[in-house]
């Protein structure tokens, strides 16, 4: 039923930036956005003329909540200087950038431009939390979000089904998000970039010197199963199952294959790219499956010709520490039902056969929504040049790499594969 | 009845009278709910309305202690938490409703699959009524 897809000509990344991704009371997203573009222009090896830029394509999912202001493809490109070049926004909720860098390899791939700048922004942190999960909510199904559901609930509600057919408990999604921790305390870029044990620390030193009773706890799943140190949100779904609020800008450089030597002799190569579309809970075959997801993926193995077992390591959204054992097993690097297992042995840690979210996901690195998919390619440009720092994947010739976005409830997914040759 | 456009107005409209109902596909029988026009597996568009008996299983739940506003004005709240949940109704549809008269303060002990009947929970009167769909332990 698939049918192989392949690109007009092919498409290289040969630049990428992003901006710590944290709230920022006195940042806006022109500012975080220019800092992208400062570190995109200092990633070219050989370097940029922005003047040399075709277009911009700018997945936003809905600063228009968040900052009373709409329109952002021209208020972004006049920032840096790409107007009076086309600029386009992309909405795809949560996966909107996504949405943006797919835009962009076709135009190049079209034949029509040979340098475009793919990004992302979002400014999420200015209102107040209610007022911010008012505005996600805009991406929720309308059938979930009239009977109360909220996204932690979606979420909550699959992790149920999930439990209840494959035996895992809350304790197994401790493990992924403590695993998140552990690899976002390699990242400076990340909110959180602090392991559970250093947040417990400073919650300890925190009571000590407010008099308070001080917590005792034997290690980390303990303070995890602490009501006080980890509320419920959405049963299962506790607050450190939970990615936070978060402002940030991302972009990429995407170029024609046959000029990507002229910026960089170690570019990477589109070979993979996906998209897939979904339904409400109630329509959608199974509770602990996202349909978006296996089309999107289906399109990508299919189009690169290669099967979950050639990727080395992934980016996947996890907006909740559910989601991500749904996309790994999704994708294809588990079976399904298994997922939670694989992290509980270790299999997707930092130093394990599938690394997943060595960024430390959304849950640590944040998750300025419309930033996002371009931030989890960048962490797949760093794995993949050997950049990553004290979290580079320790595999020798690591050349295959995936990031894996959505969109609302699984309204949108995207999954997009890089090679290094 | 049979002149009503197969919509979510509708569907809400059925609510505020106390009945659950969806369309089917008179051509490969595919049954809706809330309802479609078009049937997604046929592309057939000559439907019929069926009421649903509002009876099911809980397929999958959740029990929310930071909600929407709309549901903090009801009074729900972290103290107070509320049950939203995914019903497998009997006539093999799935939908999406609160879920009533479980005690949201130990969801450890909810179980999937228990039977569940039905309610219709209006707010407001006359022009202004809403109504949402419910199910409680039968």
């Given amino acids: 039923m698939q049918k192989k897809r392949k690109l007009g000509r092919g498409v290289a990344v040969v630049g990428a930036g992003m901006s710590k991704f944290a709230m920022f009371p006195d940042k806006d997203s022109k500012d975080l956005f220019v800092e992208a573009f400062n570190e995109m222009r200092s990633s070219v090896d050989k370097g940029l003329d922005p003047d040399d830029i075709d ?27 790409l107007a009076p070049k086309p600029a386009t926004r992309t909405e795809g909720a949560c996966a909107s950038s996504a949405l943006a860098f797919r835009e962009g390899v076709f135009a190049i791939a079209s034949g029509f431009y040979d340098i475009v700048l793919v990004s992302g922004v979002e400014d999420m ?31 909550g509600a699959i992790a149920t089904d999930y439990f209840a057919k494959y035996g895992a408990t809350r304790d ?9 921790h552990n690899n976002a305390r390699l990242n400076p870029k990340a909110q959180f970039n602090m392991t559970i044990s250093d947040l417990m620390k400073a919650r300890i030193e925190r009571a000590k010197k407010k008099g308070e009773p001080v917590p005792e706890w034997k290690d980390e799943k303990e303070a995890l199963w602490d009501p006080r140190f980890n509320p419920q949100v959405a049963w299962p779904m506790h607050l450190y199952d939970c990615c936070p609020i978060s402002d940030g800008a ?7 294959e046959e000029i990507a030597k002229n910026f960089t002799d170690n570019p990477l190569y589109i070979i993979g790219i996906g998209q897939g579309s979904g339904r409400g809970l109630h329509a959608a075959p199974s509770l602990t499956s996202f349909e978006a997801n296996k089309s999107a993926a289906a399109e990508a193995y299919g189009m690169s010709g290669l099967t979950p077992k050639d990727i080395q390591f992934a980016e996947v959204h996890d907006c909740f520490s559910m989601a ?74 690591l050349h295959i790499g995936a990031a894996q976005n959505l969109g609302g409830t699984g309204g949108t997914c995207t999954f997009t594969i890089l090679e290094r040759r | 009845m049979e002149a009503k456009p197969f919509s979510d107005i509708s569907y809400e409209q059925f609510l505020n009278e106390d009945k659950l109902m969806g369309s089917r596909c008179k051509k490969c029988g595919a049954l809706f709910v809330p309802p479609r026009s078009i049937c997604i597996k046929c592309y057939g568009s000559d439907m019929e309305w ?54 949201t303060t130990k969801p450890e002990a909810i179980r999937i699959g228990i039977p569940l009947t039905a309610q219709f929970l209006h707010r407001g009167e006359g022009e202004k009524m809403t109504t949402f769909l419910a199910f409680k332990p039968a």
Wanted: net charge negative; proline share 5%; charged share 25%.
């Fill in chain 2, 50 to 103: 069926v009421e649903m008996k509002g009876k099911g299983k809980l397929a999958a739940f959740t029990v929310i202690s930071i909600g929407p506003p709309f549901m903090m004005e009801e009074g729900y709240d972290r103290k107070n938490p509320y049950c939203s949940g995914v019903v497998d109704l009997e006539e093999g549809a799935r939908v999406d409703a609160r879920i009533e008269g479980l005690d």
């Fill in chain 1, 125 to 155: 942190s200015k209102r107040p939390t209610a007022e911010v999960t008012e505005g996600l909510a805009l991406a929720s199904v309308p059938y979930e979000s009239r009977v109360g559901f909220t996204f932690p609930g979606v979420f």
């Fill in chain 1, 172 to 180: 197994h999604l401790m493990n992924v998000t403590i695993k998140s």
């Fill in chain 1, 324 to 397: 991500e054992l749904i996309h790994i097993e999704d994708l294809g690097f588990f079976e399904e039902g298994t997922g939670y297992k694989a992290v509980e042995e270790g299999l997707t840690r930092l130093d394990g056969p599938m690394p997943i979210n060595t960024s430390g996901g959304l849950k640590c690195k944040g998750h300025p929504v419309g930033a996002t998919g371009i931030g989890q390619l960048i962490e797949v440009w760093k794995q993949l040049r050997g950049e990553a720092g004290e979290r580079q994947i320790p595999k020798k010739d």
């Fill in chain 1, 55 to 81: 277009a911009l394509y700018l997945g936003n999912f809905t600063n228009d909540f968040f900052t009373h202001q709409g329109h952002w493809g021209p208020i972004i490109s006049d920032v840096v200087g």
């Fill in chain 1, 250 to 256: 991302a972009c990429m450089l995407l170029v024609a």
